[in-house]
């Protein structure tokens, strides 16, 4: 039981023990096996239907694969009902975004700190005691995110009006709120120009290290991965065909067919 | 000259620990919410970073540059540098790396204290320049985690070893504490200048004590007052300000929490006592602008009825001339419906001293404040003066004119027509620059200010010209004031910054800067597609916007006796913004002609050789200091 022993230890946060995922007929993922190690950038690539968001809410807890082992935080995963998925500490962001858009980027960031907030329904409208005691410590917590993303001005602002870019570094900001143990984030580059993806590149490796959160991401920006990543792994047609150092992966004959193709 | 001084900065932070103990001194917006020090407080956190610079061995009369963005700690750091006999030397927190390298090399610094990583990276970059600085001390620790820390020291490092350093050095500082008087330097500030390199002008204490004190008398400031310290530390107004009459009067002192907050900050804060360059009432004046353009058809159309009225009677109103009653109670109306209302969204609401200074306002920005009820009034000043040269009094105001002098001040106008001066203000010496020195500062005294004006005999106010480098002749004769014509260009909401050329050529010509946020406002309404600032600036219609407004300004013009012969014949929209990292402005936002007319020659002769397009490529730097370029094809339009 090598993998058991791997798992209990206390550098990985999330193990994936030989995972197939399958929709009926279709085989998204087909024994995939790589591990998250505490403290890392771990990116996901892959071409275009390789399986890499399915692998994401596999992590996630979101799907679950019909073989194989999830090990999270030392202990292997049972299937999760969707409240308990939103209570397990992984925090994601959208490739599509997914924020309250009527709302304003703080009441947006505080929806991350709703796992955090006990007191009841009665309370919460009187806004009294307990409820009141909850709420300021955790603005607390979210207006720290507020500062570290460099977001003070827009903090009143509803969501829907800003641009792209800075949307973004919302959604990552709710996802910080939570305090995850692990961060999802489903190409946190995509549609930007290249001043919004400096901005994010930045603040992604300021959260792996100031912060010291696990980040797990997928993306299609082949530089910014090998900027960002301490590991990668590299999936195609649901296979994993590479696992390494940025350099390794880069050199690799199979990622290279993968994304070039090659003549049969 | 006015009674002598005997106060020094620490010796009035001494004095307001006691008397205004418990009363704010500082505060400084941080996660949203407002936080507070009390003058007590502050006294204490001065102590701890004293102590701190003893255990790092700064001597006396050694230089402590400071570099970042407005913080009650930055500030602190300073009186504390002033503390142990040391001096303080404030840098842009803006500049560009060379910049920065220059100052520290040329004041020999031996710590710079920084306020965040991008500063400290500048600090490390330009370490080969200044070989005396051997530490650096920064406030956000953020993303220097892995940063070498044998020279480099967290504010929080002087907060842990206090107790340690109390024992150590405390009589050490008591000792240099007793040693500090008046007559020794209390900052150096580097001013950036229209020309050549920046120049170090020395301030001493009692500069800025009695600058602070004769200014404060003449607008009565009280300990109640509040401000928003929002300006670069490293200019001499901000240094006045929110230490110099701060210290002297004992008020508090607000920090925004970004510079992009602080619009709202200041609406937050709503401050008794407003000091801003033109710029910032040119770009508040904008954003409103702005505002009411999206606005509804009812609100507009109310908008421009009142302040049409105010146009007319706001400024007599307020200068307590009589005014026909229903044109009182109009003014009155539009008081409780726009006036008053506009006042609270510009922040605005509770001043009852604003100036603007540093250099010309244009007489319709001027006048569109005062007619909402806002005491703006003008200063005249530069660095070497400790700011104050002359002011306006309460109730004897006028777009055109700068003043009567401030208590203490002389004034003397050569034949030449150029402003002289001396005021207890009046700067020790150019830093390791006696040539500038003494060209500009005579045995007496008497400095000259480099800008040409005369006094208005009727009621003894300064009225300025222009610099008076720039004031001019044109080919036929006729006066040529540039920022005359510029002033009126710019109260434009769409032009951001114009430079116009004329000096003994035929006729004038102008570049002008589209305000990007104005003009892409309207492009947005008007569904004006544009990808960049470049393609905007040379779109047909925004060139048509800009000629009506040059028309508009030339029909000014031509009604004009003196300044007829300055009307632009011919112009152009720059493909790029003017920058003070590009060095076309100065680090306070004035343009530097000079520099613009070397470097844009080409488009200059094209301006007067009547071709219609000329292809151009000029260099820009980024904000790291890497150099770059983009060329473009651009069009002259006959105004």
């Known amino acids: 039981m090598e993998q058991v022993e791997l798992a209990n230890k206390n550098d990985i946060v999330m193990d994936i023990v030989n995972v197939t995922l399958r929709f009926g007929g279709v085989k998204a993922l087909s024994h995939v096996s790589f591990n998250i190690k505490r403290g890392e950038i771990r990116a996901i690539i892959g071409p275009n239907g390789a399986g890499k968001s399915s692998m994401l809410n596999v992590i996630n807890g979101f799907y679950t694969p019909q073989e194989g082992e999830i090990w999270f935080e030392g202990k292997r995963r049972p299937r999760l009902k969707p409240h308990q998925i939103a209570y397990q500490r992984i925090a994601r962001t959208f490739q599509n975004i997914a924020l309250f858009e009527g709302m304003t980027v703080l009441d947006n960031m505080m929806t991350g700190r709703m796992i955090y907030m006990k007191s009841g329904l009665l309370s919460q409208l009187a806004w009294w005691g307990k409820a009141e005691r909850e709420e300021t410590e955790n603005r607390l917590v979210v207006e720290k995110i507020i500062d570290f993303l460099e977001i003070q001005a827009i903090r009143k602002t509803p969501v829907g009006v800003l641009p792209y870019g800075l949307q973004k570094r919302v959604e990552l900001g709710r996802a910080l709120a939570a305090e995850p143990l692990l961060l999802l984030l489903d190409e946190p580059m995509a549609g930007m120009n290249n001043e919004e993806k400096e901005d994010m590149c930045r603040f992604i490796l300021d959260v792996n290290e100031e912060l010291g959160t696990t980040i797990a991401l997928i993306e299609h920006d082949m530089g910014v991965v090998m900027d960002l990543a301490d590991r990668v792994v590299v999936i195609d047609h649901g296979e994993k065909i590479a696992d390494g150092q940025p350099d390794e992966v880069r050199n690799d004959q199979n990622v290279i067919d993968a994304y070039l193709g090659v003549s049969h | 000259m006015t009674t002598e001084v005997s106060f020094t900065i620490p010796e009035l932070l001494d004095r307001n620990a006691q008397e205004y103990g418990d009363q704010i001194a500082n505060r400084e917006k941080e996660y949203g919410i407002w936080q507070s020090w009390t003058w007590k407080e502050v006294q204490n956190q001065v102590e701890e970073i004293a102590l701190g610079y003893l255990a790092l061995g700064i001597k006396e009369g050694e230089h402590i540059a400071v570099l970042g963005r407005n913080r009650p700690k930055l500030y602190w750091s300073m009186i504390a540098a002033q503390r142990i006999g040391a001096v303080p030397v404030p840098i842009y927190q803006d500049a560009v790396g060379d910049e920065i390298g220059y100052v520290l090399g040329h004041c020999e610094a031996a710590l710079a204290v920084a306020g965040d990583q991008e500063q400290v990276d500048k600090i490390l970059e330009q370490q080969e320049k200044c070989k005396s600085l051997k ?82 008398r003449f607008d009565s400031l009280s300990q109640k007052e509040t401000v928003l310290a929002y300006l670069p530390m490293a200019w001499v107004g901000d240094f006045i300000f929110s230490i110099g009459q701060a210290y002297w009067n004992g008020f508090c002192v607000n920090c925004p929490e970004s510079s992009q907050t602080m619009m709202h900050d200041l609406r937050e804060i709503g401050p008794s006592y407003f000091f801003a360059p033109p710029r910032v009432f040119e770009s508040l004046l904008t954003t409103s602008m702005i505002r009411i353009e999206d606005a509804g058809k009812i609100k507009r159309s109310m908008f421009q009825y009142f302040m049409n009225h105010a146009r007319k009677v706001g400024v007599p109103i307020m200068t307590g001339e009589k005014v026909s009653s229903i044109e009182s109670i109009i003014y009155r109306i539009g008081e409780i419906l726009v006036y008053g209302p506009l006042r609270n969204v510009l922040g605005l609401s509770r001043v009852r001293v604003g100036y603007t200074a540093g250099e010309a306002i244009g007489p319709e920005i001027f006048d569109f404040y005062r007619s909402i009820g806002i005491n703006l009034k003008q200063l005249y000043g530069q660095t070497e003066a400790s700011v104050f040269i002359t002011s306006q009094p309460d109730g004897e105001v006028e777009a055109d004119t700068v003043g009567i002098p401030g208590p203490g001040v002389e004034l003397r106008i050569d034949d030449q027509g150029e402003i002289f001066y001396r005021s207890p203000g009046t700067f020790i010496e150019y830093y390791k620059n006696p040539e500038a020195t003494n060209s500009t500062k005579d045995k007496d005294g008497w400095v000259a200010t480099g800008d040409a004006g005369f006094i208005d005999e009727s009621n003894g106010h300064l009225k300025i010209i222009d610099r008076a480098k720039d004031v001019g002749k044109m080919a036929n004769g006729k006066l040529f004031a540039p920022k005359y014509v510029e002033n009126k260009l710019k109260f434009f909401p769409d032009v951001l910054e114009t430079v116009v050329f004329g000096n003994n050529r035929e006729y004038c010509t102008a570049m002008v800067n589209i305000d990007l946020v104005s003009v892409g406002n309207w492009a947005e309404r008007n569904n004006v597609v544009y990808s960049s600032y470049q393609e905007l600036a040379g779109h047909p219609e925004v060139y048509k916007i800009i000629q009506n407004y040059v028309g508009q ?49 080409d488009l200059v002769t094209a301006l007067y050789d009547g071709n219609n397009e000329v292809h151009t490529t000029s260099e820009v730097t980024y904000e790291d200091g890497r150099k770059g370029s983009i060329s473009a094809t651009l069009r002259i339009m006959d105004a």
């Open chain 2, 135 to 216: 530490q650096i001390i920064y406030l956000d620790p953020r993303g220097l985690r892995n940063y070498d820390h044998s020279n480099l020291h967290s504010f929080m490092s002087f907060h842990d070893s206090l107790d340690e350093n109390r024992k150590k050095y405390g009589n050490e500082l008591q000792a240099r504490q007793e040693k500090i008087s008046p007559e020794k330097i209390c900052v150096i500030l580097y001013t950036s200048g229209t020309t050549g390199n920046p120049k170090g002008v020395v301030l001493s204490h009692a500069n800025i004590v009695s600058a602070s004190r004769d200014s404060s």
């Open chain 2, 553 to 601: 300004v030339n029909e000014d013009l031509a009604g004009d006796e003196q300044l007829s012969g300055c009307i632009v014949k011919r112009f152009l929209v720059l493909h790029k913004e003017l920058d003070a990292d590009d060095g076309e402005l100065t680090r306070t936002r004035k343009v530097r002609r000079r520099v613009i007319e070397d470097k844009y020659s």
